[in-house]
T-cell receptor
Framework: GENVEQHPSTLSVQEGDSAVIKCTYS??????FPWYKQELGKRPQLIID???NVGEKKDQRIAVTLNKTAKHFSLHITETQPEDSAVYFC???WGGGGGNKLTFGTGTQLKVEL | DAGVTQSPTHLIKTRGQHVTLRCSPI?????VSWYQQVLGQGPQFIFQ???????GRGNFPDRFSARQFPNYSSELNVNALLLGDSALYLC?????????????FGSGTQLSVL
């Protein structure tokens, strides 16, 4: 199976600064890596994803990078705003076993301070 | 355009009771997955269904069962509830249930077992 580790567990930044969240995965067969944002009491919302044939993907202020050799991927948020405050989860899809089961990290509580 | 809908939103049960949670996927999506999210942790995979067939099962006891109906909606059943079953139960839908597909989550059912 797959195991995903996520760091840091909490992250506090000043508004306008950048935030970086890092995840590592254990199985080199994993090939799809989504990131979810979950505000308090709300559903996890897919914000960006990357596939193993791509090294980097960007969507406005959000970017994700993937290093297959090191088996780690990171979420980068630039020009942070108070509405970016939430819990962020990384996840990995492991291709062996069928279906589309995702293995999630333990989450990062991001706080953007004014 | 409705997203993934789940019912009920909150539920309080006592130990030993049985519970049924319901989920309707996004229109056109044929696969439904269930995840358990304990406070402070990432979602953990329970089941995946596609075209009424089970496509994957996580590491959960046999007290947990699920099914999918011809209209692609799904039920998650938990028997003989334990205190440790208290969690947010999330339903996710995807188009065909194949690996690397985007997963869209509902807002969940918050289950409290007393």
């Amino acid at each position: 199976g797959e195991n995903v580790e996520q760091h840091p567990s909490t992250l506090s930044v000043q508004e306008g600064d950048s935030a970086v969240i890092k995840c590592t995965y254990s199985d080199s067969a994993s090939n799809y890596f989504p990131w979810y944002k979950q505000e308090l009491g709300k559903r996890p919302q897919l914000i960006i994803d990357i596939r193993s044939n791509v090294g980097e993907k960007k969507d406005q202020r959000i970017a994700v990078t993937l290093n297959k050799t090191a088996k780690h991927f990171s979420l980068h948020i630039t020009e942070t705003q108070p509405e970016d405050s939430a819990v962020y989860f990384c996840a990995a899809f492991w291709g062996g076993g069928g279906g589309n089961k995702l293995t999630f990290g333990t989450g990062t509580q991001l706080k953007v301070e004014l | 355009d409705a997203g993934v809908t789940q019912s009920p939103t909150h539920l309080i049960k006592t130990r030993g009771q049985h519970v049924t949670l319901r989920c309707s996927p996004i229109s056109g999506h044929k696969s439904v997955s269930w995840y358990q999210q304990v406070l402070g942790q990432g979602p953990q995979f329970i089941f995946q269904y596609y075209e009424k067939e089970e496509r994957g099962r996580g590491n959960f006891p046999d007290r947990f069962s699920a099914r999918q109906f011809p209209n692609y909606s799904s039920e998650l059943n938990v028997n003989a509830l334990l205190l440790g079953d208290s969690a947010l139960y999330l339903c996710a839908s995807s188009l065909t249930g194949t690996g690397g597909e985007k997963l869209f989550f509902g807002s969940g059912t918050q289950l409290s077992v007393l």
